[in-house]
C-alpha cells in the first residue's frame, strides 16, 4: 500500500501537510479523519495513531504522527526543491529555530482564539468571557508583532528569499484566527504582503481548497450532544 495522510483540513498542521504534498506532487491516499464528528478518538483510528491526533501519516508498515515529524519525512523521502529544508547548515537552522518557536507561541494563541470564538460558543454552546477573549486577543497581537520583527523582518519570507517550511506552517497557523472572523492582516502591511507571496508560492487555488474548510468554520452547526460530550473533556484540557 503506498502512502496514506490522515487529516482533516479543520486542523492548522493537517493543512500544512496537506499543501505541502500537492504542492510537490507527493502521491498520497487521503485517509480523511473528522474531528467535530470525533473520528479521532475512535478504536479504528488509535490503531494508526494511539495519541488519537492529527495528521498521521502510514507508509507501508511505518507510521508517524506529529506534522513537523512528518513535513520532514516527506522532504527527504521525495526529490522537493532545496528551498523547503535548506541542506545549507544555517539557513536550515533557521528554519529550525522557527519550528521550535511556532509551538509555544504561535499554535498556541492561533488555537485558543478558535476556540474561543467559534468552538465554544457556535459548536458546543459554552459561553466564553468577553475578559477572557479580549486577553487572547492581545497575545494574538504580540506574537504577529514577534512574527513581524524577529522573523520576517525585510526578508520576502520567514528564514530567507524562498519560500520554506517555516512560512507553510506560519501561514496555516494565521488562517485559524482568519476562519475565526479576526483581522488577523489588517494593520499589518508587511504580513499582508508576506501572505499573498506565500499564496502565490504556494498556488491560489490550492491555498484556497486547503482553507475553505477553516473559513466556514464560524457557520459550523451546533454540536450533537453526543459528540459534545465526547469531545469536551478533551478539548478543555487542549486549551489549559
Same mark, same amino acid.
Request: some cysteine.
Given at each position: ?31 480523511? /479523519? ?45 526529490? /522537493? ?10 539557513? +536550515? ?7 521550535? +518557536? ?7 494563541? +492561533? ?130
Amino acid at each position: 500500500m503506498g502512502l496514506e495522510l490522515y487529516l482533516d483540513l479543520l486542523s492548522q498542521p493537517c493543512r500544512a501537510v496537506y499543501i505541502f504534498a500537492k504542492r510537490n506532487g507527493i502521491p498520497f491516499e487521503l485517509r480523511p /479523519v473528522e474531528l467535530r464528528k470525533g473520528q479521532h478518538l475512535s478504536d479504528a483510528f488509535a490503531q494508526v495513531n494511539p495519541l488519537k491526533k492529527v495528521p498521521a501519516l502510514r507508509d507501508g508498515d511505518f507510521t508517524l504522527t506529529y506534522s513537523v515529524a512528518i513535513l520532514l519525512y516527506l522532504n527527504r523521502k521525495y526529490k /522537493v526543491p532545496d528551498h523547503w529544508y535548506p541542506q545549507d547548515l544555517q539557513a +536550515c537552522a533557521r528554519v529550525d529555530e522557527y519550528l521550535a +518557536c511556532s509551538h509555544d507561541s504561535q499554535r498556541r494563541v +492561533c488555537l485558543f482564539l478558535i476556540y474561543k470564538k467559534v468552538m465554544f460558543p457556535v459548536f458546543l454552546g459554552e459561553p466564553v468571557s468577553p475578559e477572557m477573549l479580549a486577553a487572547t486577543l492581545a497575545e494574538l497581537d504580540a506574537t504577529l508583532q514577534l512574527l513581524e520583527d524577529k522573523f520576517l523582518q525585510n526578508k520576502a519570507f520567514l528564514t530567507g528569499p524562498h519560500i520554506s517550511l517555516a512560512d507553510l506552517i506560519a501561514i496555516t497557523e494565521l488562517m485559524h484566527p482568519v476562519g475565526a472572523g479576526c483581522q488577523v492582516f489588517e494593520g499589518r502591511p508587511k504580513l499582508a504582503a508576506w501572505r499573498q507571496r506565500v499564496e502565490a508560492a504556494v498556488g491560489k487555488d490550492l491555498f484556497q481548497e486547503a482553507h475553505e474548510v477553516i473559513l466556514k468554520a464560524k457557520d459550523s452547526p451546533p454540536a450533537d450532544p453526543i459528540i459534545k460530550q465526547k469531545l469536551m473533556p478533551r478539548v478543555l484540557a487542549m486549551i489549559q
